[in-house]
């Protein structure tokens, strides 16, 4: 039995992800379009994920608002939150929000093209929010001190969230791969007194691993996934190993909803690629993501006081032959692999019913057509009488031609 997985990068329970129109769309939200019942909230339950971090997607330099959630499979997406988690925002770095690959014929390009243009992007919206914080700290300041008869700023839904950010009430995840734009985007942090939570994939994350340390900033990677675009040419496998021994809490995510189903295994994979121990291996998808989250008094770990989220294997959940008999959230078991072996034949059962009362309602008994009416024959109008020639007349008359 280990603490629950942590996912701490996942698109599940989402009805949409990129909002890519923008390059600055902080003003949507992932909370508003949840789908309690994506089936792959169940699958990732099975394979032992009890909360997850809800990510808009990477096309944009600021993305939508993020969400983590406890993977409460049945319930309604009201109930899918982590209670008392901090809210998050998704940035992106690179060829995702620079949109070289996106180019439509015939239609302008979307600003930024380039990664100056994605890093001036970040803090052009900065500058904006800064300015927009100090309106309204203006404002309550002169409301507190009793002055009647004020006009409030006017609300710009797009740049509270990020002075949130600045306040320190908002977490931000950033996609990112080069070792030059993690750079650039700490400096941006630095400047504007916020600080990055994880960076999300961090491919290269191993090139600046003592900048990362040094400002306390976390790296949510992948296993060992990489020249599968141009940016991730210079991954390697041992990238979470090596940034964990320089001090950085490092976790491993999915970013795919089957992934989230081995977990266990990626997270193992570091035992070969860096020689991490047992322990440092199974914390890359427990304890740290919660750490990352904020969200590790209550998860993350099997301590007493904490959420009873945990996942039972039938082995060592790092072996490859690890596989979840149970997984329980908040002390339920929303998972339980005996019972869902001994229901498949009853879902087969009535998948079959369903199949064949559909196809019976496709077959509509042929109805009997009425024999057509033949138009009614009108009598045809009399052949009209020849004028008569002029020796035609004299014929008539007994002459002879």
């Not at 507190?144 to 609300?155: D, F, T, V, Y």
């Not at 339920?332 to 196809?359: M, P, Q, W």
């Amino acid at each position: 039995m280990i603490p629950g997985i942590i996912d701490c990068h996942s698109h599940i329970a989402a009805e949409a992800i990129n909002e890519g129109s923008v390059s600055v769309s902080s003003m949507v939200n992932m909370e508003e379009v949840l789908d309690p019942d994506d089936i792959d909230i169940y699958r990732d339950l099975a394979g032992g994920v009890t909360s997850a971090n809800i990510l808009h997607g990477s096309a944009n330099s600021i993305g939508g608002q993020t969400l983590v959630i406890k993977l409460r499979w049945g319930q309604p997406a009201s109930k899918l939150p982590f209670e008392g988690a901090m809210p998050g925002i998704k940035f992106a770095l690179g060829e995702n929000p620079k949109r070289s690959n996106f180019s439509i014929p015939g239609q302008p390009r979307r600003y930024p093209a380039t990664r100056m243009g994605v890093e001036e992007t970040i803090r052009a919206a900065f500058s904006e929010a800064r300015d927009y914080k100090k309106a309204w700290d203006d404002y309550n300041k002169r409301v507190a001190a009793g002055e009647k008869n004020l006009i409030p700023p006017r609300r710009d839904l797009k740049l509270e969230p990020l002075v949130e950010v600045l306040e320190g009430k908002r977490y931000v995840h950033s996609h990112c791969y080069r070792e030059d734009e993690i750079l650039m985007l700490l400096r941006v942090a630095k400047e504007f007194g916020f600080k990055v939570r994880p960076f999300q994939h961090v491919l290269e994350g191993y090139k600046v691993a003592d900048e990362l340390a040094s400002a306390g900033v976390g790296a949510s990677t992948f296993s060992d996934w990489w020249a599968y675009k141009v940016e991730a040419y210079d991954a390697i496998p041992s990238n979470a190993a090596l940034m964990t021994r320089r001090g950085v809490i490092v976790s491993i995510n999915s970013d795919d909803a089957e992934e989230a189903t081995h977990l266990n295994q990626e997270a193992a994979k570091s035992m070969k690629y860096g020689s991490l121990s047992h322990d440092e291996a199974l914390k890359l998808v427990t304890l740290n993501p919660a750490i990352q989250l904020g969200i590790d008094k209550r998860v993350g770990s099997i301590d007493v006081g904490k959420d009873a989220d945990l996942a039972v294997y039938n082995h060592d959940p790092l072996s490859a032959y690890a596989v979840v008999q149970k997984t329980l959230i908040d002390g339920r078991v929303y998972f339980d692999r005996e019972k869902d072996i001994a229901n498949r034949a009853e879902i087969e059962k009535e998948k079959k019913a369903l199949t064949e009362k559909l196809k019976q309602a496709e077959k509509k008994p042929e109805e009997k057509k009425a024999p057509e009416k033949k138009p009614e024959e009108k009598p045809k109008p009399p052949a009209p009488t020849p004028t008569p020639t002029a020796a035609q007349g004299a014929a008539t008359q007994g002459g002879v031609r």
